[in-house]
């Protein structure tokens, strides 16, 4: 368990709290080019800096994605992305 992407492929059995770009974006099934994007646009919330690290929390992350899904009928992950549903 030496390389990092050997923790990417960890077999835990619980989700972590804290999350680097990379896993955050996967949680939220986006590239993470697009996280980053709607970080800096305000629309996902910033990532906490833990001794030069950042890194996100899992329970802000699902708060924005509820918040996306308490907006109007349409699909507020598709808008923001600018994707036509």
């Known amino acids: ?32 080019a697009s996280f980053l994007r709607l970080v800096e646009e305000g629309v996902l919330p910033a990532g ?4 030069g690290m950042v890194v996100w929390d899992r329970l802000e992350l699902d708060a924005a994605f509820e918040n996306f899904k308490s907006g109007d009928d349409g699909n507020t992950m598709h808008k923001l992305l600018g994707i036509k549903s």
């Open 48 to 51: 906490v800096h833990i001794k």
């Open 1 to 32: 368990m030496g390389k990092r992407s050997d923790k990417l492929a960890d077999s835990l059995a619980y989700p972590p709290r804290g999350m680097r770009a990379e896993r955050a974006a996967a949680y939220l099934d986006m590239s993470p």
